[in-house]
Every structure is written in structure tokens, then in C-alpha cells.
């Protein structure tokens, strides 16, 4: 998630720096071919392009609002992931009830919610398609890790192992029938959260759509000098390049925020995310050791 | 569903080629008409045209808008197949309590779970208005095919199969009450993720909307060769020819969103999310031997 | 539901006759009023109606965003009603439970179901204000045809039938407790979808909107031929009439699609889901005489 | 809600009116100025207020889009209580189960519907800020008038009672604890229509959204004399008044949508929906005297 | 909120005051340099800015959108958070069964619902980075503040509270099992309604888009000048500072809107809420004492 201070002019420009370049010696030639060789009677009116430009912006704002909307689905998912971190633990609190208060249950719901804290950083390395860490292991018993070792899908290893958890407490009596049915309503729900996840992840924004916005963008750009050379003569340069950096810029703005797990600085913060719910779920256990919150630094403008 | 490579340019410009080779000649006309006979005197001044290009813009915007709309539907739906799936399987394995830990509850669940895979696939096929495969007939005792041979919705046949054995899993105790309504629960969601899809399926995107848009498209395309000619002269062929283009690929991709069951490259990947369904069931069974995913080779642009 | 073929052009144009007809007297009047008596001075800069054209097609993409929605809501509705019909009857076979295999079950099984099957044709019947048809009463039993003579809400009187035969189940002990709560969730939402179809019948479309973009679109033909007719002379007829219908139909097509029950061709297909519904649930029900679906002929253009 | 017919035009006009009175005296003082004096200089090109009039259409249109949400938003949730209402009633006459069907019953759910019907009628009251009328009083008993007397929020306090009602249900056995919850949800349900309906109707729209709009507006009629002036001499009154009607009444539209509870024609018709399920409650309760529909009479062109 | 009446044209006006005073200073410059200069040769047609005008009223009519998007989500955040308390106190009030009606249990319920009362300003305290106040603290026993205390995240802490409590509850057999699931499903959805505004919150609207709206909209207001000299003159400084008074006041409407927790006139009205609230739950309780409901005075034109 990029921040509100810090951007780097050179982030911002470094994406369209090719589109630019090639922008800008195009302009360049014509001006110099229209000087020396006098060869260019193709003046365009300029209504042309300009009108093909609010076309333009008609089609990119509708992407960028399509694409707006993967990007807040993303975050709205890593919600919903915090919240059902949380309630999961409030519930395996609240509702196993053991008259003996016995160690072993309290070592049953640490291993539990650790292994929730887990399969959070899990599910994002997952997403960013990279293998899970030490630090991930280290939620995780040896059985634990043996059993995920043989799984494609790690996090939904990981729930199934919630699973198997659950069955173990309603056949020791520490929950009810009810309780189980309630905890396992908290997995789907994580469950559905990691496939909407994939979802996004997987699925590749339409890419003819893409590519007419791409190509129309072009198409629009080499005109422009055409229909500017007239009037404004060498002044033309700059203006091209200001137009095209306009237009190109948003292009990419759009083309980032439509792929939010890709571990660029425009990704949902997941990791960030599951920092916030490790130290949520670790006060919960009362635990007094606590992580770092993950802050920017003064000099970073991202957070991932 | 298209990929971000490899795509042939020929595909693009394939899906237009009637219109533009039509639109081509007929500029050629106007031209060499204006030319030889100089009987023209229809000069439309070019922002009668171009006001209507934008209305069109706006139009087309919109309906690329609700296309988008329905294509991102199909593919939550089959999200939503994904996470049911996988619960499915995840409460099948947690909630079935067997003291005797028999091989015939272990054949049971394997059963179900074979049932849920020949589903996914079934639902896809039946979609796609094709047969069922012997694969998917692999994944069926001879008893549940030939239930299932005798219905005309085959999807809805096995859900109904699932019905039976809940209810015989709720006849032997092996789940209690609380737990078969949850499982029902979780089929009750699939049953509506097959009705959305058909709906989608059966639902013609309104025909006068797009008749409408069609027109106006093909009226704004023939003007523009009378607005043209006089700034442009015979240049105006490539640029009717290029805007005639633009305007046709972006209606030809709303059409192929708006129907994403149709055997089409632009389809929901429903063989390819059935296929991941079918790895991550077998896994969660602790099967050994698993399918292949489904890649795109090197040269494809497109996925199924 | 209109289909994708043999749409008559009669029909479409059929629609906007008389506004087209009075345009085509209206633009010969100005012409021939400027040709013999050269009274008319108020010739209008091009770019005035064009403007207004801009704004109207804002105007009408907006309104027929809002009729569409409309549309597809009811869609979806009666979609959901044949997602929670199958599921009503996959409940009702998989959760009554009945040692002794009784006739009298079986019985009241297909009274139930065949009484679902009812309600869909009723509920469709009574949206567009029809009365129930001799079809329907075949699947009600005497006794209940009596109760629902009383009742002005027919499909209401019907979900009470319901209800009241969930409540015999309990007491006869065929379905438990938390079966007969999760049949009750499914004649909730099925009442859900019942009031969700009326208040789209019920609710007029905002008529000052509806209204304002009459006005403005009849304003903005009525200026039409002053600005055409310097540039085209004579030729500004045709111009005006085929820009008039193409503003009519689409603020035409915006009125039908926005009430979707009142049996005209663009209604959502009410009668042929409900057939669809009719052949799934008897299906269901091992009955081997079907009806049969609801299918186009050669020659039809729409489906109700 | 406004009907479709009757609509007087002293309705429509009488919204802007005052506004219209002063763009007309505007618009004629300015060419008598212009005819007299001679020193108006500041003609402006007709392009500048007419790109204004687009950027205002833009943003009119999409106010009155959100407006258009609000107002939907309004009539689903009176939808919803329209659905909850039947559900409750269907739920308390199928749920409770009384082997001698004893009168206490019968009077029981009697006093509780009408506390429903009550309820409804007292939301549409509290939400246009007006005291509960005689005949909701009817529908209560003096206990219950006397404990709700002691409520700001009265729908709450009825609420609550339904609340304790069920607890006594329970406590006396005629429901069973699934029954009671269920039951519950449906009154959770209501109380959250409730709350929705409270939203809208504090929340103000943002002020200074409608504010911008306003002056542009003003600015942008203003300016539109002086545009033209040139072409149109004396026509220029008419021209402008016509522009300023259509621009006020698409500006009024919106703002009466947005606030759906204020006791005007365009409020959601909460009386008339209260009053068809106070009919719709009583015909389950198989009352023979019911009250009529609120219809609209000839002349009327608006339900309430 | 911002309320309807008695906002201060210093309060919007004051938003504005640098970007514009700004202006005033360059577009003055320009004037003066042509006058005395006349050097500047540029003299761009007007169309140029005015299309660049109509882009950046279609980009921020969108980005308003989506601002208001969010201003309008956190609002019924905060509405679910209003019907979630009441729900939690009449479950509270009608589930809670004990046949001795003892003090304790009224003690009890008391606490309970002051918690309530205490999270609903601690959410908002805490979602404006501002300490918990006396007030709240006021409605926490000594063990709970001591409890709380040790969490940074305090509504958190006490859902936690409330979850024991509920532990409590069905320990003691005052509520059975049912009715425990179901408050703690009301306490998910709590906590999905704190998570939800924390997501707003902690979520930055996307960086880049408002960068680039702003850098073009800058880009605009500079060319104006030179666009508007030939026409105008001097005329040119008046209508340049209106114009680019408009463009400023709706990006500023819009940035505010996107932040509803940040202590602003713009904000949601999350005390005056939580007041609500709490008047709502003190009267189920049947307490005497209400605090007043927080008004907006005479001179006051928001509610915080």
C-alpha cells in the first residue's frame, strides 16, 4: 500500500519512463522534419484527437473504477480476515469450557491460534507466490509441518488441521455440538476469504480490454503533434509529453491496482495485515511478548 | 479465459475482419466516387460525427460496463464452487465421527467427495452444453449413474445423491443433527452457485440494447467517410479504416464477456477451476496420485 | 424475455411510430416552410443541440443503467426461486425420515412439492395480474383451494400451507427440531423473493425523472432541424428522423426493461422458469410424466 | 411515491418557480440593457458555458444517481418489512404449538401481530417525525401503550416487547429453544430495517457536494446570456429560461430523492406499505374484517 | 456530518484559500506581462482547456464517487453498530431466564450493556487516535479497566469481556446453548463492524490516482489563463479564480469525504452516535437518568 507522504517523484515517473522517452523523440522528429524538410501537410483540426481523448478518458476512468474495485475487494478480504482472526479466538476462548482448567487445554488453544497466526502469513506468502518462512514455521509443531509439507495449498492445509482441532474437542467434551458447528461457520468464512483471494489472484483482468485501451492510447498520442503544430510550433514538445505522461500514468495506476497480490508497492499490506492480527491474537492469550507493529520508516512510502 | 501472452494479433483482428474488410471498401468507394464523379456535395462538418462517437463511447462504456459485470459474476460464482468445495470436504473429514474408524466410513467419505468432483465437472460440461466425459463417469459408482441417467439436469441429480447419504449419515449416527443441517447448508450454496450459472447462461443480454448500440455504430461508421474527405483526401481510408476498428473490437468485447459459458477463449476457465478443485479434494483425502494442473502451454493464449 | 433471433423489425420500430412520424412532419414542415416563404431566420449554431445531445445520452446511459438494474434484479430473483424450489424438495426428500416407508408420506411429500410448483405459476400469475389458471389448481388439493380462495395474496396464502405442514412434520416427529427451523429459513427466503418481485411491480420508476428526459429529448428534436438545415438543405429529413430513433428507442428500451412483469415481450420469462422449476422438482420426485419445457418456436421472438 | 398519471404540471414547475421567475427578469434585463446601452462588450463564446453545461450534467447526473440509491435503498428496506412481517406471522402461527389448543393462544398471537402491525405503522410515523396516531393506539393494549409512552423510540420499545413476548413463549413451552431463536433472528431482522431507515433519514446528504452543484449552477445561467446574446438577440430569453427549467427540475429531482422520509409526494408510500401488511397480517389471521387498500383516487397523482 | 444550515462561506471558502490566492497571484502576473510586456505569444484556442476540463470532471466525478463510496460505507458501519447494540440488549433482556429474578442477574445485564455502551465510544475515540475519556470509564467496573488497559487495541479487549461474560452465562445456566451461540454471533458482528472502520481507517485512498488528478488539475488552471487573455483581457483574472475555485472545492469535497475518522466537520458523527446509542440501551434498561442527545446548537453547522 503505497503512503501518503514520502513518493518518490522517480516512483511515480520511473513507470512511464519508456512510454515518455519514445514519446518524446517522436515529437522531437516531426518538429524537426516539419522545420527542415517541410514535407508535412497533414495538419490535423484539433477537435480529432481532442475528442478521441474524452473517449479515452471515458474508457481508462472505467477501468480504473473496475479496477479500483479489485483493489478494495482485495482489502475488503483482509478485513474480513482480521475480523475472523479475531472472533475465531474470541470463540475458542469463550466457548471451550473445561472444569478443571487444565494446562493442556490452555497449550491446546495457543497451538490453535498460533496456527491461525500462520496460516495468515501463509496466505500472503501464498499469494505472493513465495514459499512460507522460518518465522511461519515457527507457529507451527513438527507434526504440524510434516503434515502441511505434502500439500499444494498450504493455508487450506492449514484449516483442515483447524478442522481436524475441532473434532478433537467436541469428542473431549470441552465444546459443545453447537460451539463446533459455530467454530467451523468461522473456517468457512476463512476458507471463502482465502479462495477470494486466489480468485482475484488467478484471474487475469480481460485482457482484450486492456490491449484496445493500450492501442487507442497510441494511436491518440501520435496524432496529438499533428494537430499541435500549427498552432503551437515547437512548444508542441512539451505539450505532448505532458499529455502523454497524463495519459500513460493513469494507465498504470489502473494496471496496478487491478493485480493487488503481485508484492509491488501498490499490494494490499498483507504482511502488515498479519502482523496487526498476530498481535491482536497474542494479546488475546495474554501473551507479554509482543512483536513490532510493522510502521513505515521515515524514508519508506510503502508498506507491504 | 485469455491470458496476458501470446495473444495472436490474429485472434484480435479475426473477431472484426467482416466488419472492416465492408467498412474498407466502402471508404475505397467514396473516395474514388468523389474522385472521378465528383457528384458528392454531402460535407458533413466533422463535429456531427464525432459528438456522436462520444455518445457512442458513453453507450458502449456502459454496456462493456454491465458485460464486465457478468463475466465477474460467472467467475465469483465458480469462487464460490472453489470455497464450497473445499468446506464441504473440510466438514466431510471433521464433523464424521466414527468410534471404529471403519474402512467403510473412509469409502464412504471417499465416495461423497468422488461425487463432489464429478459435480464440478458436470456443472461445467452442462454449462458448455456438452456431455458428460468418461472421466467424469470415472468419478461415479454404476449405481449414482444410473440414478443419474435418468435426469435431465445433471448437477442437480447428484446434489440430490449428496441429500441421500446425509441422510443415511444421519440414520447410522455417524453425524449428529446440527452437523447434517450444516452440510445441507453447504450443498444449499452449491445448489444456488448452479442456478446463478444457469441463470447467466440463460439470460440473453437485452437484444434491443444491443441492436441499438449496433446501428448507431454502423450509422456514425458510414458518415464518417463525408466528413473526412475534404481535410484529408484519400488519407481518410486508413483512418476510417482505424476508428471503424477501434469501435468494433470494443463492442465485439462486450459480446464475449457478457456470455462467458460458451466454449469461447474469453469463457470462465470452468475445466481448469474443476481440475484445481479436483487436486485439492484428493489432497485433503490424502491421495497420492494426482492430476495434473491445468497449464497453458507455451503457445496458448488461452485457457479452458 | 426477448431472444437473440428473428426479432421483427416491426417490433422494434413499431415501438417509436407515432414520435417518429411526428418528427418526419415536423422536419418537412420547417423545410418546406424555409424553401417557399423564407420567414425562418433562426438558424442555431450546430454545437447547441449538439451539446444537448451529450447531455441527454448522459441522461439516458444513466437511466437505462437504473432500468437494467432493475431488470437483472428481477432476474436474479426468480433465479433464487429456482435455486430455493430444488432445494425445498432436496430437503424435504433427504430430511423427513420415516422408518415404516409409509404411502401416506410419500404422499405428503408430493402434496408439498406439487404445491411448490404451484406457487411459482401462481406467484408469476398474480405479477402480472392474472388470475391462477386451471393448470395451477390441478396441483392444489380441493382443501387447499378452498383455503387460498380467501386470501387476495395467493403465493402468501400458499407459503401459510407450507408452513403448516412443516409444523405437522414436527409433530408427527418425521422431521426434527432443527430440520424443521432450516425448511422454515427456506420458505423465508422464498417469502423474500415473493415481496422483492412485488416491489418492483409496485414501485413506479421515479416519474419527474422519467418525465424531465421526455421533455428535454422532445426539446432537443424540435431544435434539431434549425441547425441541420443550412449545412443540408433537404437532406436535414432523414438526418433528423434517424437521430430521433435512435433517441426514442433507446429511452423506449430504458421504460420496458425497468418493469419487468407486465406481460410484454421484454418481461423476465416468468412462466417458462417456472416450467423449468415444474420439470426439475418432478424429476426430483421419480415422476416419469414430464411436461414439456418452455421452448421458442421457429418463428417466436421472445419467451414469457 | 409519485404515480404515473395525473402528475399536474403546477407540481413540476411549482419546484422551481422562484428560481425561474429571477433567471427570467435576469435574462430580460440583460437585452434591454444590451438594446439600450450598448455597453455590454463581454460577449463570451458559446463553447464556455456549454463544456459547463456538460461538466454540470456529469456531476448532476451522478448525484442524482446516488440519489436514485438512497431512494431505492429506502423502498428495500421497507420491502424487507413487508417480508419480515409475513415471516414473523408465518413463523408465530406454524412454531407455536399448544396440544389444547387453547384460546389464550389464539389471543396471544392475535395481541402479537397487532403489535407488528402497530410497529409498522409507528416506524412510518416516527420516521416523518409525527406522534403515533389513534388508530395505532388500537392495535395496542393499555400495558403496552403505558410501557412504550415511556420511549423516545417508540418502534424500539415495541421491539422489545416482541422480545419479552417470545420469552415468555419459551418459558411456557410453546416454542421449543431452536423456535425462540429463530424467531428472534426475524426480530433482529426487523430492527435492523429499523436502523437503516433511521440512517437515511438523519444522515444529511453531503452538504457540500450539493452546495458546489448549486453555485455552479448559478454561475453557469448566469453566464449564459452573455453566450447568446449575439446569435439569438431577443430569443435569448426563452432559450435561457427553457435551459434553466430543465437544469433546476433535474437538480430538484435529485434532491427530493435523496430524502425519502419527509412527508412530500416523492416520500417511499410508508403508510400505504404498512397498510398492505396490515391486510396481508389479518388474512393470515383469518379476520374477516379488513381494512381497505390505500389506492389512489382519480385525481390523486401521488400515494403516501 | 455537516449539517444542512448555517455553514459559513469562511468554513468552505477557507478549504480553498492557498490553492486560490495562488491563482489570483499568477493569473494577475500574466495580465500585467502581457500588458506591459508583450512578450507572450502563446495563445492557446479555447478548446484545449476546456476538453482538459471536461477529463477532469469526468475523473473526479468518479473519484467523488468512489469518496463518497466510502463516507457513505462508514456510515452503515456505524448503523449496523447502532442495531447490533440494541439487538445485543433485548437478546440480552429477553434470553437471560432466572426463576429467583434476583439482583444479581440485573446487576449483571447492567454491566453488561454498560460495557456495551463504554465500546461504542471507545471505538470512536479510538478510531480518532484519541485516548478513551472519562466518561467511558465511568461505565467500567475497576477489574475490566485493569483488564482493558493492558491492550492496545481497547474495543477489542472488550468484546473480549464480553465473550467471558457470555462463558458465564451458560456456565451458570442462564442462557441455554442456543441462545449463547446466538449472542456471540451478535459479538461477531461487532466485531466485523470494528474491523470494518478500522479497514477505512488505516486504509490510504490510492495515492497515485489523487496525485495525478491534482497534478492535472494544476496543469489546467495554469494554461487557462493564457486561453482566456485573447477574449477576455482582463476579465481573465475573475473568471479564472472562479473556475479553478470550483475544480479546487470538489477534489477538496471529495478527500474529505474519503477520510470519515479524522476528527473533521466532514466526519461521521461517531459521538453523537454512541450518545444515541447509549440513550437507546439506558431506556431498554429502564433507567431514569438519560444523558441529553447531542444536538447541533444555533450557531453550530456539524455534529461530530
Given at each position: 500500500?503505497?503512503?501518503?507522504?514520502?513518493?518518490p517523484?522517480?516512483?511515480?515517473?520511473?513507470?512511464?519512463?519508456y512510454?515518455?522517452?519514445?514519446?518524446?523523440i517522436?515529437?522531437?522528429?516531426?518538429v524537426?522534419?516539419?522545420k527542415?524538410?517541410?514535407?508535412?501537410?497533414i495538419?490535423?483540426?484539433?477537435?480529432?484527437?481532442?475528442?478521441l481523448?474524452?473517449?479515452?478518458?471515458?474508457?481508462?476512468?472505467?477501468?480504473?473504477?473496475?479496477?479500483?474495485?479489485?483493489?478494495?475487494?482485495?482489502?475488503?478480504?483482509?478485513?474480513?480476515?482480521?475480523?475472523?482472526?479475531?472472533?475465531?479466538?474470541r470463540?475458542?476462548?469463550?466457548?471451550?469450557?473445561?472444569?478443571?482448567?487444565?494446562?493442556?487445554?490452555?497449550?491446546?488453544?495457543?497451538?490453535?491460534?498460533?496456527r491461525?497466526?500462520?496460516?495468515?502469513?501463509a496466505?500472503?506468502?501464498?499469494?505472493r507466490?513465495?514459499?512460507?518462512?522460518?518465522?511461519?514455521?515457527?507457529?507451527?509443531?513438527?507434526?504440524?509441518?510434516?503434515?502441511?509439507?505434502?500439500?499444494?495449498?498450504?493455508?487450506?492445509?492449514?484449516?483442515?488441521?483447524?478442522?481436524?482441532?475441532?473434532k478433537?474437542?467436541?469428542?473431549?467434551?470441552?465444546?459443545?455440538?453447537y460451539q463446533?458447528?459455530?467454530?467451523?461457520?468461522?473456517l468457512?468464512?476463512?476458507?471463502d476469504?482465502?479462495?477470494?483471494?486466489?480468485?482475484?489472484?488467478?484471474t487475469?483482468?480481460?485482457?482484450?480490454?486492456?490491449?484496445?485501451?493500450?492501442?487507442?492510447?497510441?494511436?491518440?498520442?501520435?496524432?496529438m503533434?499533428?494537430?499541435?503544430?500549427?498552432?503551437?510550433?515547437?512548444?508542441?514538445?512539451p505539450m505532448?509529453?505532458?499529455?502523454a505522461?497524463?495519459?500513460?500514468?493513469?494507465?498504470?495506476?489502473?494496471?496496478?491496482?487491478?493485480?493487488p497480490?503481485?508484492?509491488?508497492?501498490t499490494?494490499?499490506?498483507?504482511?502488515?495485515?498479519?502482523?496487526?492480527?498476530?498481535?491482536?491474537?497474542?494479546?488475546?492469550?495474554?501473551e507479554?511478548?509482543?512483536?513490532?507493529?510493522i510502521?513505515?520508516?521515515?524514508?519508506?512510502?510503502?508498506l507491504?
Amino acid at each position: 500500500m503505497l503512503l501518503k507522504k514520502n513518493i518518490p517523484l522517480k516512483y511515480i515517473f520511473g513507470k512511464v519512463k519508456y512510454e515518455v522517452t519514445f514519446v518524446a523523440i517522436y515529437a522531437t522528429c516531426i518538429v524537426i522534419w516539419d522545420k527542415y524538410f517541410h514535407v508535412i501537410n497533414i495538419s490535423i483540426p484539433l477537435s480529432v484527437p481532442m475528442v478521441l481523448g474524452t473517449v479515452l478518458s471515458l474508457l481508462l476512468a472505467f477501468k480504473s473504477n473496475q479496477a479500483y474495485d479489485r483493489w478494495w475487494e482485495a482489502r475488503i478480504i483482509w478485513g474480513a480476515i482480521v475480523n475472523d482472526s479475531r472472533t475465531l479466538t474470541r470463540q475458542l476462548l469463550s466457548f471451550v469450557s473445561d472444569p478443571y482448567v487444565s494446562v493442556q487445554l490452555k497449550e491446546f488453544q495457543d497451538r490453535f491460534i498460533n496456527r491461525q497466526i500462520a496460516w495468515c502469513y501463509a496466505l500472503g506468502q501464498s499469494l505472493r507466490n513465495k514459499p512460507i518462512t522460518e518465522e511461519i514455521r515457527e507457529y507451527l509443531t513438527p507434526d504440524e509441518l510434516v503434515f502441511v509439507s505434502k500439500h499444494d495449498n498450504i493455508p487450506n492445509a492449514l484449516l483442515q488441521l483447524h478442522g481436524r482441532d475441532l473434532k478433537e474437542l467436541l469428542e473431549e467434551g470441552l465444546v459443545n455440538k453447537y460451539q463446533q458447528i459455530e467454530l467451523d461457520k468461522t473456517l468457512s468464512r476463512l476458507c471463502d476469504s482465502m479462495g477470494k483471494c486466489e480468485r482475484i489472484k488467478n484471474t487475469v483482468f480481460p485482457v482484450t480490454y486492456s490491449l484496445y485501451i493500450h492501442f487507442s492510447l497510441f494511436f491518440f498520442i501520435l496524432l496529438m503533434p499533428f494537430a499541435l503544430l500549427d498552432t503551437f510550433g515547437i512548444m508542441e514538445i512539451p505539450m505532448v509529453i505532458t499529455i502523454a505522461i497524463a495519459f500513460f500514468l493513469i494507465e498504470k495506476m489502473a494496471i496496478h491496482l487491478q493485480d493487488p497480490f503481485e508484492n509491488k508497492p501498490t499490494d494490499t499490506p498483507v504482511t502488515a495485515i498479519a502482523r496487526t492480527i498476530e498481535i491482536n491474537l497474542k494479546q488475546m492469550l495474554n501473551e507479554s511478548k509482543l512483536p513490532e507493529k510493522i510502521k513505515a520508516g521515515e524514508s519508506d512510502y510503502y508498506l507491504l
